[in-house]
Nanobody, 124 residues
Framework: QVQLVESGGGLVQAGGSLRLSCTAS????????MGWFRQAPGKEREFVAA????????HYGDSVKGRFTISRDNAKNTLYLQMNSLKPDDTAVYYC?????????????????WGQGTQVTVSS
């Protein structure tokens, strides 16, 4: 079992930046991939970004390409999401997820472990 704790959310003006962190604990040696998803009120959970734990492949949702960057620090068991040029449409609860499976990095049902979420609010 892997436990995930997100941090770094908050309120920011449009055009600003935030960096989210997600620290994993427990059976971290089993992690194959980690990702970020978000969910706005009344909307379905949306894929944001994902990367594998031991190789450099990254994936991004179309709405965040060129603005968000996913990265990791294996020594700290921490995943990051650098968010730049934020827009009001980026307002959502952001969730970190991890999986021991390598398939489907952009599919929320391909992840078994989830964090509690962190709120990101972008004002216009």
């Amino acid at each position: 079992q892997v436990q995930l704790v997100e941090s770094g959310g908050g309120l920011v003006q449009a055009g600003g930046s935030l960096r989210l962190s997600c620290t994993a604990s427990g059976r971290t040696s089993s992690i194959s991939k980690m990702g970020w998803f978000r969910q706005a009120p009344g909307k379905e959970r949306e894929f944001v970004a994902a990367m594998y734990w031991t190789i450099s492949n990254t994936h991004y949702g179309d709405s965040v390409k060129g603005r968000f960057t996913i990265s990791r620090d294996n020594a700290k068991n921490t995943l990051y999401l650098q968010m730049n040029s934020l827009k009001p449409d980026d307002t959502a609860v952001y969730y970190c997820a991890a999986s021991e499976l390598s398939s489907g990095p952009m599919l929320h049902n391909a992840y078994r472990s989830w964090g509690q979420g962190t709120q990101v609010t972008v004002s216009s």
